[in-house]
């Protein structure tokens, strides 16, 4: 298997450090981002993170969940979660104020290969709340942004209210990203583009398809017809990467929770090469 992985945490992979919530900004419906800080100084200091890489977030007395890092790995004096309600511990944690305290181990599971994108273009495709992972590996691609060629973000929802990071975008483009939406259905008086993400992957034009790198998040259905896309205009499968996701225990690739084939998501991926997993994307059950 051929993967972006990192190893293990820099911190004891077992123990659940202590993180205060320091602020929280309401994104859009039943999605809220979480800032954090540690209330150990000496843990802040020793932790550290890859873009792509996921915390488990510990709720005591609920559970744990794997949730993505979604700030500016080069930022250490917070921590950022882009949190959709789903179950029990969101919803645990959806109902905590700003100053209550929770656990977090991690940092988990392999990054987004941003150093084996240097001199070439960079496509990110996402959907949703996809783009929360693929937050970090912007900031890292606009702050080292001249080594690498055109970046461009593809980004889908289902209507517009479902567009994430709305108001950080004008900033992105002003710092060299080229950014292109589109929704499902057309409301509120949107009149930018209607289709599924892939579609604007299919009319983007591209300068150099062999030295182009995809970085893609999302159902797995749309990074299939993603990859099927980018494959389509000449990208070379072991230029396109994916994120998986599924339902995780420990974390360290022990349990056996979240196994994909031949692979165990915790540590494999969740960034894997497309090629690895290709045959078990769409296949039921996996
Ligand atoms: C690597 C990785 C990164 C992730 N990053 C993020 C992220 O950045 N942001 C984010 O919001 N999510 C993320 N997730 C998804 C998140 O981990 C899941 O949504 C997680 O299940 C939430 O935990 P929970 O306890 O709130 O929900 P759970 O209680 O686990 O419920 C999740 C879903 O399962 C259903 N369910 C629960 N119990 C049962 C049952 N007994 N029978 C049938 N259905 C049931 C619930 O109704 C709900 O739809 C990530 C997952 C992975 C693997």
Known sequence: MSSTSTGLPNLDPWLA????????????????????????????????????????????????????????????AMLDHTVRIAGNVT?????????????????????????????????????????APLRPAIYELLNRASEFGQLTLLYG???????????????WRSRGLDIHTTVDRASGGWTGNVGVVPQLLDRLPLNDPQNTTVLCCGPEVMM???????????????????????????????????????????????????DCVADFLRVEGF
């Open 17 to 76: 450090y202590t993180v205060r919530i320091a602020a929280v900004t309401h994104e859009i419906d039943d999605v809220s981002t979480y800032h954090l800080k540690f209330t150990d100084q000496a843990v802040a200091d020793t932790f550290s993170f890859q873009p792509g890489q996921f915390n488990m977030l510990y709720l005591p007395g609920v559970g744990e969940a794997a949730i993505s890092i979604s700030s500016d790995p080069a930022k250490h």
């Open 91 to 131: 919803r645990t944690l959806a109902n905590l104020e700003v100053g209550a305290t929770f656990g977090l181990r991690g940092p988990f599971g392999s990054a987004w290969p941003v150093d084996a994108c240097c001199d070439r273009d960079v496509i990110i495709v996402t959907g949703g709340i996809g783009l």
């Open 157 to 171: 929802a289902r209507e517009s209210a479902g567009l994430l990071y709305t108001g950080e975008f004008d900033e």
């Open 224 to 274: 299939w017809y993603t990859a099927r896309s980018a494959l389509g205009r000449g990208i070379p499968q072991e230029r396109v990467y994916v994120s998986l996701e599924r339902n995780m225990n420990c974390a360290i690739g022990l349990c056996g929770h979240c196994q994909f084939g031949p692979t165990f998501v915790c540590k494999d991926g969740p960034v894997v090469r497309y």
